[in-house]
């Protein structure tokens, strides 16, 4: 990969920033993101966070053979800790799994003072995401879902705002699991992704019903009957 064409992934994640955005990108890995936000003037100026020293180190590199130093900062941190309160306005973080990502913003949500956008891209578990988003005043504003290389990448992106507005009460665990916007549209990514997981649960229940029976097995069952049953209900529109 090269900073002068991304990946489907990471394109799609940078066209969700705001043109004139000072962004973080969080897990930056290469800073392969923030040298083409920079590079194709979609951003004034960038961190590139990340937490490993040897990413790290190919980050600082990627930006120096670019000549970005002026204009991208590499820093070696946790999480949001790269960052003052602030500093950024946009906060991007791509290809971790969902669960990491809510307990990033959750662990440095002081420092998302000045923040208007949040632009997520989840590997698993978009649902811990849009839960945290619903419970600290982030409103949902768009989900796409794409698929590259035969994965299925979910991209979501939150503004500060009213974080039941993409929700129904009646079919907000439904939502929760899918995507609001995502159900809406059940495009052919959406279709493939869920059939999967279906497929996925569906094996785990068969196994389940052989093992021997408790209390809690009952329940993790009966979870994902629920989830099979929804996502089936959703797919057959």
């Keep these: 990969m090269n900073i002068e064409q991304l990946s489907k992934r990471l394109e799609t994640v940078v066209s969700y920033i705001p043109r004139g955005s000072k962004i973080a990108d969080i897990g930056s890995d290469h800073a392969y993101l923030p040298c083409f936000a920079v590079r ?3 951003v004034e100026s960038a961190i590139a966070g ?10 600082v590199k990627q930006v120096e053979d670019a000549c970005l130093q002026d204009k991208i900062e590499v820093r070696l941190g946790n999480g949001l800790e790269v960052i003052t309160p602030g ?4 906060i991007t973080i791509a290809g971790m799994g969902g669960t990491l990502i809510a307990s990033i913003l959750e662990e440095g ?11 997520l891209q989840p590997n698993v578990s978009a649902k811990s995401i849009r839960i945290w988003l619903l419970q600290n ?3 949902l504003k768009s989900e796409e879902i794409i698929e590259e290389d035969g ?3 979910e991209i979501l992106t939150a503004d500060r705002g009213e974080p039941e507005r993409p929700y129904s ?3 907000q665990a439904k939502e929760l699991l899918l995507g609001p916007f995502l159900m809406k549209a059940r495009n ?3 279709r493939k992704k869920w059939m999967q997981e279906s497929a996925q649960w569906k094996n785990i229940l068969d196994n389940m019903e052989k093992a021997a029976q408790s209390d809690a097995l009952n329940e993790r069952k009966n979870e994902l009957k629920n989830k099979i049953q929804m996502v089936e209900e959703v797919l057959s529109k």
């Design 40 to 42: 194709k003037g979609i």
């Design 50 to 59: 990340e937490v490993v020293k040897g990413p790290y180190l190919s980050a």
């Design 87 to 90: 500093e950024v306005d946009c």
């Design 109 to 119: 949500k002081g420092k998302l003072t000045g923040v208007k956008r949040l632009v």
């Design 137 to 139: 005043d982030w409103e």
């Design 151 to 153: 994965k299925v990448y």
């Design 169 to 171: 009460n009646e079919q």
């Design 188 to 190: 052919e990514a959406f």
